[in-house]
């Protein structure tokens, strides 16, 4: 059973950045597919916002796409995304995971605050 501990959130201006990151301790974390999730109101569905799977192929949201970068290190069990151009909307708190997401694996997030 994988386990993910994010770190790397805060509060951030509008237009700021941000790099998170998140450590996995499963044996087979290279070998699936890992995603960015956020929860912007607490208790709601999380939203999928960047993926990178296996081989290095990449994804993202419409709203993540050309402001947020994923990558991995598979040596040291680690998954980051740097955050460019913050939004206020972009306020919520960051999860990794698989993709698709298993259900055991959530960790505890990251806040990311964007506010003026």
């Known amino acids: 059973q994988a386990q993910f501990v994010e770190s790397g959130g805060g509060k951030v201006s509008p237009g700021g950045s941000l790099t998170l990151s998140c450590a996995g301790f499963g044996s087979t974390f290279s070998r699936y597919g890992m995603g960015w999730y956020r929860q912007i109101i607490p208790g709601a569905q999380r939203e999928l916002v960047a993926?990178?799977?296996?081989?290095?192929?990449?994804y993202y949201s419409d709203t993540a796409k050309g402001r947020f970068a994923i990558s991995r290190d598979n040596a040291k069990k680690t998954l980051y995304i740097r955050m460019d151009s913050l939004r206020i909307g972009d306020t919520a708190v960051y999860y990794c995971n698989e993709v698709p997401s298993s259900p055991y694996d959530w960790g505890q997030g990251t806040q990311v605050t964007v506010s003026s």
């Open positions: 993926e990178v799977t296996a081989d290095g192929r990449t």
